[in-house]
């Protein structure tokens, strides 16, 4: 069993920037196998997908709603999985979930204040 464990969230002003990462621990997951992507929830409203990456071309799409502002990416050699986020916005506030292959990260807040 593939265990996701995400760090990097916080509070941030408004424009500010956080990056997220989601490692696999004790892994037997081959990171190029795997399609990977970032969620998130906000209070109130539906599971919003954000961004995927490719684990083997490394083709990455984005939602609107954070094209342009947000970049993922991966670390094969580290398992790990990374979102940057740079121009935050209020609206971005929610808890952010990563996905590895089949397996959920347990989420992480994201608080942006004005």
């Known amino acids: 069993q593939e265990h996701l464990v995400e760090s990097g969230g916080g509070s941030v002003q408004a424009g500010g920037s956080l990056e997220l990462s989601c490692v696999v621990s004790?892994?037997?997951?081959?990171?190029?196998?795997?399609?990977m992507q970032w969620e998130r929830q906000s209070l109130g409203k539906e599971r919003e997908w954000l961004s995927t990456?490719?684990?083997?071309?490394?083709?990455?799409s984005y939602a609107d709603s954070v094209k342009g502002r947000f970049t993922i990416s991966q670390h094969n050699y580290r398992n790990t999985l990374y979102l940057q986020m740079n121009s935050l916005k209020i609206e971005d506030t929610a808890l952010y979930y990563c996905?590895?292959?089949?397996?959920w990260g347990q989420g992480i807040q994201v608080t942006v204040s004005s």
């Open positions: 996905r590895i292959c089949d397996y």
């Open positions: 004790a892994s037997g997951l081959i990171f190029t196998s795997c399609t």
């Open positions: 990456i490719d684990g083997l071309t490394g083709i990455t």
